[in-house]
């Protein structure tokens, strides 16, 4: 199959598997291709959750387009980063319009493309898969059958040890040991499907309201699926950043000397990237930049009790951090995903959200030193040379319909400005 077209050159593919491993063949062309190409900056990009490979191509390639007109005279390579990461094919292509009739048309049941998804992303699982999508078309009133859907739901996306992924699970010590599995499957799964219902539907939270009308679980039954599926893919993003990108970037410093790298990761891309730095081996200083374009892990991530803490350390410059209040995704779905802690099954809104609050949403939190300005000031004026840096991005990352919002609204040339800015590349 031929390469997708690639709005920039010189670029290069690297392709991981789900435990980290990377495909020799593109890791060679990339290795031997830098030295040759004179390349001194590169700007290694991650997709993240829901995507696939002709997805995320179009997305770096729409990302990076404008780029050489932005350093005309700058010697840029470019890299895609292709994890395994499925995509629910109900859901907008990561930046494109959400057309207003894919919006009315959010379904219970499992379309074809997406059980198929499901088969190619979890292997071994038809049996289960099957069922699931059975639950999920005929919608039984019994309890035990909702029931049945969890379990279902939690095998499917169990990992078996001693793989790598049951390490990758946490973003902070308050989430437990690594691989604790989230509060979404740890009560009765009507609860949680009900909890996923309300925020879908917007309806009031409060049992006393006049007009409070409880939801049907199976309403949110196919977000628990969602969420749970979106659980493992987290996992995958911390393997391959460790395992994968992180030990390759080593590589790339002993080969290439001089070469400066900036990271730079949408969604789960942004932990992906950010667990890289922990893979970097000891004394590597080659990574000058950090970006995270709506990045859907903890916002407490790089805190003292966070699993990255002091990771922002391992660049020779910024880690930005991109935000927005438009981005539905992380500020409704994230949270209720996330949260472990079962004595946090009150709260709502903005306490729901200070707790498991994702950097995409409000930010870097509860690391001293970091700095804030709007996007504007970000692009006017030089960025601080390290540290952690929140830029509020909402005056870009603005379009999308629901359930995400504005989370891969992210293709802007402002943003990769903000990049270029963040690497000192001119």
């Given at each position: 199959?031929?390469?997708?077209?690639?709005?920039?050159?010189?670029?290069?593919?690297?392709?991981?598997d789900?435990?980290?491993?990377?495909?020799?063949g593109?890791?060679?062309?990339?290795?031997?291709?830098?030295?040759?190409?004179?390349?001194?900056?590169?700007?290694?990009?991650?997709?993240?959750?829901?995507?696939?490979?002709?997805?995320?191509?179009?997305?770096?390639?729409?990302?990076?387009?404008?780029?050489?007109?932005?350093?005309p005279?700058?010697?840029?390579?470019?890299?895609?980063?292709?994890?395994?990461?499925?995509?629910?094919?109900?859901?907008?292509?990561?930046?494109?319009?959400r057309?207003?009739?894919?919006?009315?048309t959010?379904?219970?049941?499992?379309?074809?493309?997406?059980?198929?998804?499901?088969?190619?992303?979890?292997?071994?699982?038809?049996?289960?898969?099957?069922?699931?999508?059975?639950l999920?078309e005929?919608?039984?009133?019994?309890e035990a059958?909702?029931?049945?859907?969890g379990?279902?739901?939690?095998?499917?996306?169990?990992?078996?040890?001693p793989?790598?992924?049951?390490?990758?699970?946490a973003?902070?010590?308050?989430?437990?040991?690594?691989?604790?599995?989230p509060?979404?499957?740890?009560?009765?799964?009507?609860?949680?499907?009900?909890?996923?219902?309300?925020?879908?539907?917007g309806?009031?939270?409060?049992?006393?309201?006049?007009?409070?009308?409880?939801?049907?679980?199976?309403?949110?039954?196919?977000?628990?699926?969602?969420?749970?599926?979106?659980?493992?893919?987290?996992?995958?993003?911390?393997?391959?950043?460790e395992?994968?990108?992180?030990?390759?970037v080593?590589?790339?410093?002993?080969?290439?000397?001089?070469?400066?790298?900036?990271?730079?990761?949408h969604?789960?891309?942004?932990?992906?990237?950010?667990?890289?730095?922990?893979?970097?081996?000891?004394?590597?200083?080659?990574?000058?930049s950090?970006?995270?374009?709506?990045?859907?892990f903890?916002?407490?991530?790089?805190?003292?009790?966070?699993?990255?803490?002091?990771?922002?350390?391992?660049?020779?410059?910024?880690?930005?951090?991109?935000?927005s209040?438009?981005?539905?995704?992380?500020s409704?779905?994230?949270?209720?995903?996330?949260?472990?802690?079962?004595?946090?099954?009150g709260?709502?809104?903005?306490?729901?959200?200070a707790?498991?609050?994702?950097?995409?949403?409000?930010?870097?939190?509860?690391?001293?030193?970091?700095?804030?300005?709007?996007?504007?000031?970000?692009?006017s004026?030089?960025?601080?040379?390290?540290?952690?840096?929140?830029?509020?991005?909402?005056?870009?990352?603005?379009?999308g319909?629901?359930?995400?919002?504005?989370?891969?609204?992210?293709?802007?040339p402002?943003?990769?400005?903000?990049?270029?800015a963040?690497?000192?590349?001119?």
């Amino acid at each position: 199959m031929a390469d997708p077209v690639m709005s920039v050159t010189p670029y290069w593919e690297l392709t991981f598997d789900a435990d980290g491993d990377v495909d020799g063949g593109r890791r060679d062309r990339l290795l031997t291709g830098v030295g040759r190409s004179g390349v001194r900056d590169l700007i290694v990009f991650s997709h993240g959750w829901n995507s696939d490979r002709s997805g995320a191509t179009r997305l770096y390639s729409r990302f990076f387009a404008p780029i050489p007109a932005l350093a005309p005279a700058a010697r840029i390579g470019y890299v895609g980063v292709v994890w395994p990461s499925m995509r629910f094919s109900d859901e907008p292509i990561p930046d494109l319009p959400r057309s207003a009739a894919a919006a009315a048309t959010r379904r219970p049941a499992l379309d074809a493309d997406t059980r198929h998804a499901l088969l190619e992303t979890f292997p071994g699982r038809a049996t289960v898969v099957d069922r699931i999508a059975r639950l999920l078309e005929q919608r039984p009133p019994e309890e035990a059958e909702l029931e049945e859907f969890g379990r279902l739901v939690r095998l499917l996306v169990d990992v078996v040890p001693p793989g790598p992924q049951a390490l990758f699970g946490a973003d902070t010590l308050a989430e437990g040991v690594p691989q604790d599995d989230p509060e979404m499957f740890a009560g009765p799964t009507a609860v949680t499907c009900e909890e996923f219902a309300r925020a879908l539907s917007g309806l009031d939270s409060a049992p006393g309201a006049a007009e409070f009308t409880p939801p049907n679980p199976w309403d949110g039954a196919h977000e628990l699926l969602r969420q749970a599926t979106y659980y493992a893919m987290k996992r995958r993003a911390g393997t391959v950043g460790e395992r994968g990108l992180g030990p390759l970037v080593g590589r790339l410093a002993a080969v290439a000397p001089g070469l400066r790298v900036h990271l730079v990761g949408h969604s789960f891309g942004g932990r992906l990237v950010s667990f890289a730095l922990r893979g970097l081996p000891d004394g590597v200083r080659t990574v000058k930049s950090v970006t995270l374009l709506q990045g859907a892990f903890s916002h407490h991530a790089f805190a003292p009790r966070g699993v990255l803490h002091g990771q922002q350390n391992r660049i020779d410059g910024p880690l930005v951090c991109c935000y927005s209040r438009f981005d539905q995704a992380l500020s409704t779905m994230y949270p209720l995903a996330s949260r472990m802690a079962g004595d946090d099954r009150g709260l709502v809104g903005e306490m729901l959200s200070a707790r498991w609050g994702a950097l995409g949403h409000d930010g870097v939190q509860s690391v001293p030193g970091t700095r804030a300005c709007a996007l504007a000031d970000a692009l006017s004026g030089p960025l601080p040379e390290s540290g952690c840096v929140n830029v509020d991005a909402a005056a870009v990352v603005r379009r999308g319909g629901a359930p995400a919002g504005a989370h891969s609204d992210i293709a802007h040339p402002e943003l990769a400005r903000l990049v270029l800015a963040a690497g000192r590349i001119r």
